[in-house]
T-cell receptor, first 113, second 109 residues
Framework: NAGVTQTPKFRVLKTGQSMTLLCAQD?????MYWYRQDPGMGLRLIHY???????AKGEVPDGYNVSRLKKQNFLLGLESAAPSQTSVYFC????????????FGQGTRLTVV | AQRVTQPEKLLSVFKGAPVELKCNYS??????LFWYVQYSRQRLQLLLR??SRESIKGFTADLNKGETSFHLKKPFAQEEDSAMYYC???????????FGKGTRLHILP
């Protein structure tokens, strides 16, 4: 049972490059989330999705785009990476919104130079 | 707007001493409160949720709506409790989960 899997685990980008982070879950969860974790800032919500084909902005959406074409996958894209996007990115999923547990991926450490 | 405040970035406690990690929240509806923990080199995982009123690994947390708090407590700290702890808020009929900035708990031998 894989749970929530993020790809890749590590990546170094040059400023201006683009990339896509993949989050895959095998628990048939409706809700999926992308967070970034920075020292002293905790976890901040970037974007989220409440079902296949839906996305919504979180607290810090600028510079990121997302897509949820399949229920099990939630993609986070950086069109033109900036050093300020250096962070650890976490994906999470949960079955619904009523007091349900969120399951997290192992994280993606992204460095933009 | 939803907000979760964890006032302590770092909390150092001696083994065997009581632990209290503070969490205050602001909300505009019915809150659902959680504590998540991240041990070294592991992914975040749920520790406990307010609606369950359970004790996990000796930790408890009581929702105080009057003080808008959800403090995490343990009577006797253990070295394996050293980790990053996040308080999280989700509102009824809302889809987002908002996290606090986290508190690093360091248990001293």
């Amino acid at each position: 049972n894989a749970g929530v899997t993020q790809t890749p685990k590590f990546r170094v980008l040059k400023t201006g490059q683009s990339m896509t982070l993949l989050c895959a879950q095998d628990m048939n969860h409706e809700y999926m989330y992308w967070y970034r974790q920075d020292p002293g800032m905790g976890l901040r919500l970037i974007h989220y999705s409440v079902g296949e084909g839906t996305t919504a902005k979180g607290e810090v959406p600028d510079g990121y785009n997302v897509s949820r074409l399949k229920k099990q996958n939630f993609l986070l894209g950086l069109e033109s990476a900036a050093p300020s996007q250096t962070s650890v990115y976490f994906c999470a999923s949960r079955y619904g919104y009523v007091n349900t547990e969120a399951f997290f991926g192992q994280g993606t450490r992204l460095t933009v130079v | 707007a939803q907000r979760v405040t964890q006032p302590e970035k770092l909390l150092s406690v001696f083994k065997g001493a009581p632990v209290e990690l503070k969490c205050n929240y602001s909300y505009s509806g019915s809150p659902e409160l959680f504590w998540y923990v991240q041990y070294s080199r592991q992914r975040l995982q749920l520790l406990l949720r307010h609606i369950s009123r359970e004790s996990i690994k000796g930790f408890t947390a009581d929702l105080n709506k009057g003080e808008t708090s959800f403090h995490l407590k343990k009577p006797f700290a253990q070295e394996e409790d050293s980790a990053m702890y996040y308080c999280a808020l989700s509102q009824n009929r809302d889809d987002k989960i908002i996290f606090g900035k986290g508190t690093r708990l360091h248990i001293l031998p």
